[in-house]
């Protein structure tokens, strides 16, 4: 503890003056220090408490400290803390963390400390590093930080700290640090901000300037939704050359085709298009780790015989009990309503296309779209309904990793959505096998629950941020409060961005209805574009300015949801076939040359099995990566394994 005390000592002193922790390495001095990001302690934190963690913060990795610069706030009793770090500090953590940089030559290498000289640019830490990967590798290294030995926290004796564990996030678990955010780049963001969406002209986003600012993971986000919309051109393009064709028979089988090969090369040229993106950024080859626990993880505590830590242990057949018994009741009465709504739409259906034909009104025509928008609304509920209660079984099931935690979500939600946004279409395509039906289910899900989307996506939570920050101004009254940290203030007094979740599995349900439907209904592909060049700046607006800043991990590529929507082009293939062989004009064609209905399924399942094969051809015909990475990738390889035998050989 002898460490502890004498950083408490240079802490206290050094609060007086109210200054950044000095920097000692020559290399590291710079006339200013860049805020990356901020610290919101408990409203009436102890002052010792305060010290102790500013103590451990700056204090060096040996010591199990996270060797960081942190600067105390307005004083002593604020409860603020603003947190940057050295270039040193910087570097070392790209090295643990395994991005990789270009080299003199213009190739990208996986960053190595030792020999930092030979990476362009290193000696420039904001050319070398963006803001989102300083902010990423801050957060990287706070997070990392582990007591040594069992001990209480200063002003809290009830809480105690064993070896091993993660200060950081038990300190937020137990409300001692109440929120831990990045902070906004004024300039940097108002830059991104006239490029990004306030710009008129309809043209490419400036993906390398929001992965610069925002990280990776949002990047790609952005890219795969602007990627998709394009393509959706082609299938626009084909619904209005096909309007011009007399023969509707033609109409059926080019759309049905074009679905099952548009998806295929979409997803394909997709993969290849974000591994190009990746190399250039650096997270193609993240070097793997064992993952920590979460900070919600619990259990009982004991030595961990792979890593020989200290920390909770909660056993897999609890977990296994729990989704059996718990989850997946839960599950299966949510797919039970949503299967009740589909069968109170389809009585409502008939009921009001009964009263239609009886009716003389001339609104009357209105009644007929009633049980579609009420269905479509009734939707949305349970959508968002279940959202929750799927995070709250996921919590309950108590995963130790953040990515198990995120797999098991993922795989809940997902299999709810197919089952209440694409089983009513299902069901009026197999079962009941009405085109117009379906037609007129699909303009109203597309119309109402976009609607519906753009409404709580964007406007409530901007709406509600304005009512927050209203009665925050009016709760506070002015001081003499440095104009900085009134704007570092201000950003934590922003709600938490809530993640991509929600964005991807609008896009996988967008996705599902052009690839599965769109042969009945080609406006579908006309309402998404339209709907998604809006979306690119509502997104991108809350983004930068309803919630704060978020933290993100670098990413290769999009993850579990390039899974999910290759899944959905394979159901393309049955939809499209069926949809085709039960259009009329092809039931025409079959009783003018006597073709039994057997003969017919007969005929759709080899055609359906043909474009499977012919699927998988093309999948196999578009590399993952084009011939000049994957010449890339084997030079990075072999440096690598250069760099370690050469290690091993000095070692």
């Known amino acids: 503890m002898k460490f502890q005390v004498l950083y408490v000592i240079k802490t206290f002193l050094r609060n007086k003056m109210g200054s950044w922790t000095p920097v000692h390495c020559k290399c590291c001095v710079q006339p200013s220090v860049r805020t990356l990001a901020a610290m919101q302690l408990k409203e009436d934190i102890k002052p010792e408490t305060k010290k102790w963690l500013i103590s451990i913060l700056e204090a060096p990795k040996k010591d199990g400290g996270a060797h960081v610069l942190v600067h105390p706030g307005e004083d002593d009793d604020g409860n603020f803390l603003l947190l940057s770090a050295t270039s040193c500090s910087l570097l070392q953590a790209i090295e643990v963390v395994g991005l990789s940089k270009p080299d003199l030559h213009g190739s990208m290498r996986t960053f190595s400390y030792e020999y930092r000289k030979n990476f362009l640019n290193a000696d420039k830490l904001d050319s070398f590093l963006t803001l989102s990967e300083q902010q990423f590798l801050l957060k990287h290294e706070i997070e990392s930080v582990k007591v040594l030995q069992e001990t209480c926290i200063p002003g809290y004796l009830e809480h105690k700290l064993f070896p091993g564990q993660q200060t950081v996030d038990l300190l937020q678990k137990w409300g001692i640090i109440v929120k831990f955010y990045p ?55 084909l619904h209005f050359i096909c309007m011009f064709f007399e023969d509707s028979f033609n109409k059926y089988v080019i759309f049905a085709v074009f679905n099952v090969i548009w998806s295929t090369v ?56 729990w989704i059996i018994f718990v989850t997946v009741p839960v599950v299966c009465v949510f797919v039970g309503l949503a299967v009740d709504g589909m069968t109170m739409f389809l009585y409502w259906e008939h009921w009001c296309k009964t009263w239609y034909k009886r009716s003389t009104s001339s609104y009357s025509v209105l009644v007929l779209h009633l049980p579609s928008v009420c269905h479509t609304i009734y939707m949305e509920i349970l959508n968002t309904l279940y959202r929750r209660s799927a995070t709250t079984l996921t919590e309950w099931e108590n995963h130790r990793t953040e990515s198990s935690f995120q797999n098991h979500m993922t795989i809940k939600v997902l299999a709810f959505r197919f089952v209440n946004c694409f089983g009513l279409l299902f069901y009026i395509t197999f079962c009941l096998q009405d085109l117009q039906l379906l037609k007129k289910r699909l303009s109203s899900l597309l119309i109402v629950s976009q609607a519906i989307n753009q409404f709580s996506e964007s406007l409530l939570p901007y709406l509600k941020q304005r009512l927050k920050l209203n009665s925050l101004s009016l709760s506070k009254t002015k001081s003499d409060a440095y104009p900085f940290i009134d704007y570092v203030v201000s950003q934590g007094d922003k709600f938490s961005y809530p993640g991509l979740f929600d964005d991807y599995m609008e896009l996988f349900v967008q996705f599902g209805y052009v690839s599965l439907f769109s042969s009945v209904y080609p406006l579908t592909a006309v ?71 057997e003969k017919t399924m007969i005929c ?15 999948a196999f015909a578009i590399p993952d990566k084009p011939g000049w990475l994957q010449f890339k990738v084997m030079q990075m390889e072999y440096h690598s394994w250069t760099a370690l035998k050469a290690s091993s050989r000095f070692s």
């Not at 290849?272 to 626990?293: I, M, N, P, Q």
């Not at 991108?540 to 933290?551: H, N, Y």
Request: glycine share 4%; net charge positive; with cysteine.
């Open 183 to 237: 902070v906004h780049d004024k300039e940097e963001l108002k830059s991104l901000i006239r490029s990004w969406y306030k710009q008129i002209s309809i043209g490419p986003q400036p993906i390398d300037a929001v992965r610069a600012y925002f990280g990776e993971s949002v990047a790609l986000y952005f890219r795969f939704l602007e990627y998709f919309t394009v393509s959706l051109i082609a299938m626009v393009v």
């Open 266 to 321: 979409f997803l394909e040229l997709w993969k290849r298009h974000s591994s190009v993106k990746a190399y250039f950024w650096g997270t193609l080859y993240l070097k793997s780790y064992f993952e920590t626990s979460r900070p919600n993880f619990g259990g009982l505590m004991m030595t961990n015989p792979i890593t020989g830590r200290y920390e909770p242990y909660y056993p897999q057949w609890k977990r296994k009990l």
């Open 604 to 618: 759709i399942l080899i055609t359906e099995h043909f474009l499977i094969v012919l699927k998988l051809i093309v």
């Open 527 to 597: 309402l998404l574009v339209l709907n998604n060049i809006t979306e690119i700046r509502t997104d991108a607006f809350k983004l930068c300015q309803v919630f704060q800043k978020p933290f993100f991990r670098p990413a290769a590529n999009i993850g579990i949801w390039q899974v999910a929507f290759e899944i959905l082009g394979f159901f393309s293939v049955i939809t499209n076939c069926f949809l085709a062989g039960m259009s009329p004009e092809i039931k025409t064609l079959c009783q003018t040359h006597v073709i039994s209905p």
